[in-house]
């Protein structure tokens, strides 16, 4: 098999042909959970340095390990952060997403540090993107650095108000929303699927079906009713549950069947 194919890109069909996508998030650092969770069947790993401790040392063996699983790794971005942005390409993952966006300039500044030249300002010094040196570096510039899945959180009511703008870029491959910040935008935090927030959402699903996109919804929690709800609107890409919430969910099932039979 040829370094390439090793190195393939395990997100980027699946998202051309606009298969429904399952994934997961990650926010804890050790990497055992990536090769775990991989081995169930998801899409794809959620592994987040936005929000949660993980450093770049942690998300390189992250992505390491859901390689092995045979799971795309994506991983979210600090905010505007292009120190990160470098070191995380550089490491290969199959897809990174930006969170927080709310402009088509911003959008677009974001996507072009992922972008060599002429489409984008990426400097160049690809590590693990290359095997470290065994595949040829002119093929990961002309093919394999374009198969990375780029990605754009629509969190903010300006992001809404845009939209039309920011799907324009043509090297966006998906948008995500964030259902608490979007709704935190309107002065409403937590209250996700209050009529003014649900209004936003319809509205940007609206503009994202009319032009093809491939969407979806990042949501900690697992309830079906929510996850209909995103189905229902059209988005093919439902990433849900979190690592520390499996363990503490698994922890209290055992703690409390520990106490029911021992004060029987």
Request: proline share 3%; aromatic share 8%; glycine share 10%.
């Amino acid at each position: 098999m040829k370094g390439w194919e090793l190195m393939k890109n395990l997100l980027r069909e699946k998202m051309e042909a606009h298969e429904q996508l399952r994934g997961t998030h990650v926010c804890m650092s050790d990497s055992s959970i990536c090769e775990l969770i991989g081995g169930l069947g998801f899409d794809f790993i959620w592994i987040d340095m936005e929000h949660s401790y993980l450093s770049c040392e942690t998300v390189h063996r992250h992505i390491i390990a859901a390689r092995a699983a045979n799971t795309a790794s994506l991983i979210r971005l600090p905010q505007d952060d292009l120190t990160v942005t470098k070191k995380v390409l550089e490491m290969g993952p199959d897809a990174v997403i930006f969170p927080m966006i709310t402009s088509a300039g911003q959008a677009d500044k974001l996507i072009r540090t992922t972008l060599y030249p002429p489409d984008g300002d990426r400097g160049f010094g690809p590590m693990r993107a290359i095997r470290y040196g065994l595949d040829d570096a002119v093929e990961y510039i002309d093919k394999k650095s374009l198969d990375l899945c780029r990605f754009i959180q629509i969190e903010h009511k300006d992001a809404v108000e845009n939209l039309e703008e920011l799907v324009q870029n043509p090297f966006i491959d998906g948008y995500i929303f964030g259902p608490n910040d979007l709704s935190g935008s309107i002065g409403k935090l937590g209250r996700m699927y209050d009529p003014e927030c649900v209004a936003l959402i319809q509205k940007a699903a609206g503009i994202l079906k009319h032009h093809g996109k491939n969407f979806g919804v990042s949501l900690g929690g697992c309830e079906e009713g929510a996850l209909r709800f995103w189905k229902e609107l059209g988005a093919n890409i439902l990433s849900s549950g979190t690592d520390y919430r499996y363990i503490l969910n698994g922890a209290k099932a055992v703690y409390n069947t520990i106490k029911m039979v021992q004060e029987e």
